[in-house]
């Protein structure tokens, strides 16, 4: 605390990320991150890219991005918002649409983000409980609130809602929902068909997780005109360069090389299917993952201490302290190799503690 804060930041309660050690070299299965670089269409993009037009601001309406994603996604281009990461995105939204009279609502076991953005634009919010095997039950989302956001799939636990489910959500309420689909990609079913039906869906993405490009911090809002008016006014009221001129060109880039984006997913998602039969051979539960990490938790080893083992194996993994899955472990989908070794490592802890005993 300081006497020179404000009485808001005083009171916020700020998003801690997953670790990003600068000294140490990890096998790194804690941010979610891909473990494969992003298309070379990016390095000759980079590469190319016309050093001179550094001297100019951006083009504020990101419109060469705009136009390749409605390009990619059937859409119109003043149905698309570019923000610097979808972070960015989500902040924005909460501004746009959230109002602050109602709470608004999102599950209890989600993105830890969300509840940050309330206390920082003073939004009030009710977590809705997950059901016993940590699923969304949309039905708990009827009656009064002010907006609802929800991960599809959902993060930590990788667990995806389905279409009809969403479309359900939509047809319950009249306020703003949003979608966060962060990782649908890997296996879920995006809600960019409901778009034309539902004025009041924004579906958020990002080219962070399936397009390897984290670092470039690439965020997209998706929905009718109306809802991304909304967000330019916000954007337009708070910084009108988002995403500078070279992320831009790396983006247009990524979404021409589609054949590599495919290549990438498909193999994490076959990776996916390894690890999870061989975490379920060393006694883990494992969720069922629709995502690029799989939620677990250990019969008889508690995960914090699973956690401490794999840091000192040179692995990194997700662990939250928080109620409900504190037992839990979340664990990225790396590369073949990245997750034999953790199997490795898992096998060296579990048989060094039989030892002990
Ligand atoms: C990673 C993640 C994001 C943020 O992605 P950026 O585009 O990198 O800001 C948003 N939502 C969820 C659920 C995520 O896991």
Redesign the pocket.
Known sequence: MSQFWSDLVQQLDPYVPGEQPQDHQYIKLNT?ENPYPPSPEVAKAIQGFPLESLRRYPDPESSDLRKALAGYFSLEPNQIFIGN??????AHSYQAFFSGRDPILFPDI??S?YPAYCSLYQIKYRSIALDKKLCVDVSDYRGANGGIII?NPN?PTGIALSLDAIRELLENTTSVVIV?E??VDFGAESALRLIADFPNLLV?Q????SRSL?GM???YALGQPELIEGLNRVKNSFNSYPVDSLASAVAVASLKDEAWFQQCRDRIISTRGWLEIALTELAFKVYPSASNFLFVQHASFPAHDLYQKLKKAGILVRYFDAPRIDNCLRITIGSKDECRSLIEALKQIIMNSKIDE
Request: glycine share 8%; net charge negative; charged share 20%.
């Open positions: 979610n990461g979808s972070d960015e995105v989500l989600s993105y983000f991960p993060a966060d962060a990782y958020i990002t080219f962070s997780k984290a911090r690439l965020g």
